[in-house]
C-alpha cells in the first residue's frame, strides 16, 4: 500500500497539472486558435492582392484576358485555391479546375472586382472558392497537433508525476520515518537512540533539536540514576551505624547511655540529610518559591557572622569583615542568601584550624555585589575545585563525620546563587585556604561611596 505522503504528494502533482491543462484549455488554447485564423485569413487577403496586382499586370500588357488560362490554374496550384476568372459580362474566362469555361458565374465566393487603372472600366471579376486552400489546412493542422501534444504534454507530465511522487517521497519520508521510529524507541525507554544531523533544512532543525531533547532526557535520567545511587549511598553510612549501636546494647556490649550521643549523631545526620535532598531536589526543578525583596548583603553577611562568632571564638580562628560602605541594596530572598553566607561560613570553620583566619569582603564592582569568603585553612587541591558544588562531593570523605557535613552544602549553594541570577566559584588562596566568590547581579545600579569598613572578632 502506498504510503500516505505519497498518496498527498501525488495528489498535489496531479493538481498542479490539471490546473496547468485546464489553463492551456480555456486560456491559451483558444488564444492560439484565433491568432491562426487571424493568420490565415491576413495570408488569404495577401494571396488575393498578389492575384489581382498580377491580373491588372496582365490584362493592361495585353489589353485583354486571352492566353490567361495557364496562369490562372498556375495560381491555383500555387496558393492551392479554385480560382475562376469572368469577364465583365460575367462569363467565366479562365478556370484553375478547367471546369467552368464559358458559363455564366453565380457562385458565392469570394471575389475581387478587377477595374482598369485610369478609368473605372470593370475588366473582369475575379473568384477564389470559399472551400480552404492551403493556409487553411496549415491552421487546422495547427490546431491538431496543438490538441494532439496538449494531450501527450498532459500524459507526460502525469508519468513525471508519478515517478517525482515516489522520488521524492522517500526522500521526504525517510527522514520522517526515521524521526517518528527514533521517538518511538525513546518513547520507550531507549535513550541511545539518536537520528543522522546531517538532514537539511527544516528536517535537519527538527532532527537536531530531537538528538538534543534525548541527549538531555538521557543526561536527567543519569542524574536522577546518580542520585538514587548517591543518596542511598550515603543513606547507608548512619543507618549502618546506628544498627551498630543497637546490635552492642541489645548483645548488652554498649550500655545505652554511652551509645545515645553516637545514635543521636547519626540520626541527626540522616535528618539533615533529609532536609538537604529535599531543599536541592525544590532548587533542582525551580520550585523553590524564592521571596524577593530588597535586602543589603551586608546585614547578611553580619548576621551569619554574629551567629558563628562565639563558635570561631571557640576553636580560635578569627573572623574579619571588609564590607563597602553603602553597598546597593540588591533583590534577594534573605532566607536562601542567608543560608549561602551561613555555609560558606561553616565550611570555612570546618576547614581551618586554630590561628587560623577567615575574611569576609563585600564590594560592588559593575552591575553585581561580590562577596568572598577567604580562608587560611587546609585549602582545596586544584583539580578538585570544581567538584565540590557537585553533589555528595567531599575532598576527604574520611572527614565527614567530624565536619558533619551532608556533601550537599555547596552543591544546594550554587543552585540558590543561581536561582537569583548569580554565580558562584572556588579558588585557592596562597600560601595556602581558599576562597569562594559570590557574585549577586544589581536590579538597579544606583550610587555608592566606596569606603571599607574591618570588624574583627
Ligand atoms: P559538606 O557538607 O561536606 O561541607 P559542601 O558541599 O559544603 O559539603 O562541601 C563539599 C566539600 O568541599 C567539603 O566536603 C570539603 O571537602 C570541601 N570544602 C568546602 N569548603 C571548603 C573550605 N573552605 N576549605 C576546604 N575545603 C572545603
Not at 469572368?86 to 477595374?115: I, K
Not at 540520626?267 to 523553590?288: F, H, I, K, P
Not at 548569580?422 to 555608592?448: D, Q
Request: net charge negative.
Amino acid at each position: 500500500m502506498m504510503h500516505r505522503l505519497q498518496v498527498r504528494l501525488f495528489a498535489a502533482f496531479l493538481l498542479v497539472i490539471i490546473v496547468v491543462v485546464i489553463t492551456i484549455l480555456l486560456l491559451v488554447l483558444p488564444a492560439a486558435e484565433q491568432e491562426i485564423d487571424t493568420y490565415a485569413q491576413r495570408t488569404g487577403r495577401l494571396q488575393l492582392a498578389r492575384m489581382h496586382h498580377w491580373l491588372l499586370g496582365y490584362h493592361s500588357a495585353r489589353g485583354s484576358w486571352s492566353g490567361v488560362q495557364p496562369f490562372i490554374e498556375e495560381m491555383g496550384v500555387l496558393y492551392g485555391q479554385w480560382v475562376v476568372l469572368a469577364a465583365e459580362d460575367g462569363t467565366v474566362v479562365a478556370d484553375s479546375r478547367n471546369m467552368l469555361f464559358g458559363q455564366p458565374f453565380d457562385e458565392e465566393w469570394t471575389e475581387v472586382v478587377l477595374t482598369g487603372r485610369d478609368d473605372e472600366r470593370i475588366l473582369g471579376v475575379l473568384y477564389v472558392s470559399a472551400e480552404s486552400g492551403i493556409d487553411e489546412a496549415f491552421a487546422r493542422d495547427l490546431r491538431d497537433s496543438l490538441g494532439y501534444f496538449l494531450f501527450w504534454g498532459a500524459l507526460t507530465a502525469l508519468g513525471a508525476a508519478l515517478v517525482l511522487t515516489l522520488v521524492l517521497s522517500r526522500a521526504i519520508s525517510a527522514p520522517v520515518r526515521q524521526l517518528a521510529e527514533s521517538a518511538i524507541r525513546a518513547g520507550k525507554g531507549d535513550l541511545t537512540v539518536r537520528v543522522p544531523g546531517s538532514f537539511r533544512g527544516e528536517i535537519g532543525e527538527l532532527a537536531r533539536s530531537f538528538n538534543s531533547m534525548i541527549a538531555d532526557l538521557a543526561r536527567a535520567a543519569e542524574l536522577r540514576r546518580n542520585l538514587v545511587a548517591d543518596t542511598a549511598h550515603e543513606l547507608r553510612t548512619p543507618l549502618s551505624n546506628i544498627r551498630g549501636y543497637l546490635e552492642a546494647m541489645r548483645d548488652e556490649v554498649l550500655e545505652p547511655y554511652d551509645a545515645i550521643a553516637s545514635v543521636e549523631e547519626d540520626v541527626g545526620m540522616l535528618a539533615r540529610l533529609v532536609d538537604d535532598l529535599q531543599e536541592l531536589a525544590l532548587a533542582e526543578s525551580g520550585a523553590l518559591g524564592l521571596h524577593l525583596e530588597p535586602e543589603n548583603l551586608v546585614t547578611v553577611i553580619r548576621r551569619c557572622v554574629a551567629s558563628l562568632h562565639a563558635r570561631a571564638s571557640a576553636r580560635g580562628v578569627s573572623l574579619h569583615l571588609e564590607l563597602e560602605d553603602g553597598l546597593p541594596p540588591l533583590m534577594i530572598d534573605f532566607q536562601r542568601i542567608t543560608q549561602v553566607v551561613h555555609n560558606l561560613l561553616v565550611n570555612a570553620l570546618s576547614h581551618t584550624e586554630r590561628g587560623d583566619r577567615i575574611v569576609v569582603v563585600a564590594e560592588h564592582l559593575e552591575g553585581v555585589v561580590r562577596m568572598r569568603v577567604s580562608d587560611t585553612g587546609e585549602g582545596i587541591p586544584e583539580g578538585e575545585r570544581e567538584n565540590v558544588f557537585e553533589r555528595f562531593y567531599r575532598v576527604d570523605r574520611s572527614r565527614t563525620r567530624a565536619t558533619g557535613g551532608t556533601g550537599l552544602g555547596l552543591t544546594i549553594s550554587k543552585q540558590l546563587v543561581e536561582a537569583h541570577g548569580g554565580r558562584i566559584r572556588v579558588e585557592g588562596n596562597i600560601p595556602r585556604g581558599s576562597s569562594f566568590i559570590v557574585e549577586l547581579p544589581l536590579e538597579s545600579s544606583g550610587g555608592y561611596a566606596p569606603n571599607t569598613d574591618s570588624m574583627i572578632s
